[in-house]
């Protein structure tokens, strides 16, 4: 099997590649916009990987790049949601325009398997309640959201009319190491810089389900084994939910740190476009046979110690 991963060489990427390398042939297709070549430097010298710089928005060098391919993971994007307040064209960029190249390309070069990672943020501002996938209508309240969402409806429309096959994975949020940014790394880098006090963006009453990136990619090639619809699409997370304050306390307590004082900036959101309380209802992949192995608390106390434990030895945050 050849696999043909985009942004294999970001957080969850590098992780797939990990599992991915063991059953077939890897091309990882980055522009270390946000990936690290740490992460997948011990593939480099495997004559089964191969890994290709550059943009998704380079479309005659991509289109080359997908001959031969069995199955694209599509994992490059925007990584987090708060910079498209500042670049609002780069979700369009790099989700909606990079998605379409990226089928476009597998169209012309007879690609049809797709994995696409969406997110939990196509659903917006929801009621307090276990979001199935069916819940509707998606009406996302940040651009990376938006990007996302038109990005499952390219890669449904491309199934529909060129008889493509889809697998569509909609994550809650996802930790471990080694981090680029989020909660975890952003307090852990903040007490670096200050064991005294810490910043909260919001009222720190934010709460949502965290997935441990190990059951992420469990999860991924589980359903991509497991089920053979033209598309297939599941949420990804717990069932369980973290609150912001208890992640700032799981940190301060693994960094050995008493009396931090916390300092919420306010309001019920953490930046605009921020969705502050979010379910999860995963019983369509829990009725197809796979659950996560670690429920939310246990996801971010396990990332948590991962990344500290790591500083302590005096190493990076990245994986070697």
Not at 43 to 57: Q, T
Not at 122 to 141: F, H, K, M, Q, R
Not at 145 to 161: D, Q
Not at 227 to 249: C, D, K, Q, W
Request: hydrophobic share 40%; charged share 20%.
């Amino acid at each position: 099997m050849k696999y043909f991963v985009t942004g294999g060489a970001g957080f969850i990427g590098s992780h797939l590649v990990d599992r991915l390398v063991k059953t077939g042939e890897v091309t990882v297709y980055d522009n270390f916009s946000s990936g690290k070549r740490e992460f997948i430097q011990r593939h480099l010298s495997n004559p089964k990987f191969k890994l290709i710089e550059d943009d998704l928005l380079n479309f005659e060098r991509l289109t080359a790049s997908l001959k031969n391919q069995d199955v694209v993971f599509h994992l490059a994007a925007n990584p987090e949601a708060r910079l498209g307040i500042q670049n609002t064209r780069l979700d369009l960029e790099q989700e909606t325009l990079a998605t379409y190249n990226l089928l476009e390309g597998m169209r012309r070069n007879g690609v049809r398997k797709i994995v696409l990672a969406s997110s939990g943020t196509i659903y917006g501002d929801t009621p307090v309640i276990p979001l199935p996938e069916n819940y509707g209508p998606a009406l996302p309240i940040s651009l990376y959201g938006a990007g996302k969402l038109a990005s499952e409806g390219l890669v449904s429309a491309f199934c529909g009319t060129f008889d493509f096959q889809g697998w569509i994975f909609r994550f809650s949020n996802v930790v471990g190491q080694p981090a680029t940014h989020g909660a975890i790394y952003d307090f852990i880098h903040k007490l670096l810089a200050d064991s005294t006090q810490l910043e909260i963006l919001g009222n720190g009453k934010q709460a949502k389900p965290y997935l441990h990136v190990s059951d992420c990619v469990a999860g991924i090639l589980f359903g991509f084994e497991n089920s053979h619809e033209p598309v297939n699409l599941f949420n990804l997370g717990t069932e369980s939910h973290t609150s912001v304050a208890a992640i700032a306390r799981l940190v301060a307590e693994e960094m050995g740190l008493e009396n931090v004082k916390v300092n919420f900036t306010g309001g019920e959101r953490g930046w605009p476009g921020d969705v502050p309380q979010v379910r999860f209802n995963i019983g369509k992949i829990k009725k197809l046979g796979w659950s996560p192995r670690l429920d939310s608390d246990s996801a971010v106390r396990q990332s948590v110690k991962e990344v500290v434990r790591q500083l302590a030895a005096g190493e990076s945050l990245c994986r070697r």
